[in-house]
């Protein structure tokens, strides 16, 4: 079963935003608290990529298609990550997915289902 639980995707015009949220029911928070986390995102037909992280320190980093967009936040005390998104593109669809990282900053977790986000074009 999987650690992370993504949700808040939807269908949004270019132009709008939405939040989206990551979950960890499972983990308990002195595991949860001390994970990396990032946001990942598959379009259709490519690769997995990496959209935004988030350290324990609270440094964020993010991918330049997205930069000044989108943002990343965690929230310890209900073991959720969000990721904000505003200004939303087209070439923003995709299946989202969150997940920690390790220490060479890998994927950590098993994949959880992904949230859809749509922006037509």
């Known amino acids: 079963q999987a650690q992370l639980v993504e949700s808040g995707g939807g269908l949004v015009q270019p132009g709008g935003s939405l939040r989206l949220s990551c979950r960890a029911p499972?983990?308990?928070?002195?595991?949860?608290?001390?994970?990396?986390m990032a946001w990942y995102r598959q379009a259709p037909g490519k690769e997995r990529e990496l959209v935004a992280f988030m350290t324990t320190n609270n440094d964020r980093n993010y991918a330049d298609s997205v930069k000044g967009r989108f943002t990343i936040s965690r929230d310890n005390s209900r073991k959720t990550v969000y990721l904000q998104m505003s200004n939303l593109k087209p070439e923003d669809t995709a299946v989202y997915y969150c997940?920690?990282?390790?220490?060479?900053?890998?994927?950590?977790?098993?994949w959880g289902q992904g949230t859809q986000v749509t922006v037509p074009g």
């Open positions: 499972r983990m308990i928070t002195s595991v949860f608290n001390p994970n990396q």
């Open positions: 997940n920690a990282l390790t220490s060479t900053k890998q994927p950590k977790y098993t």
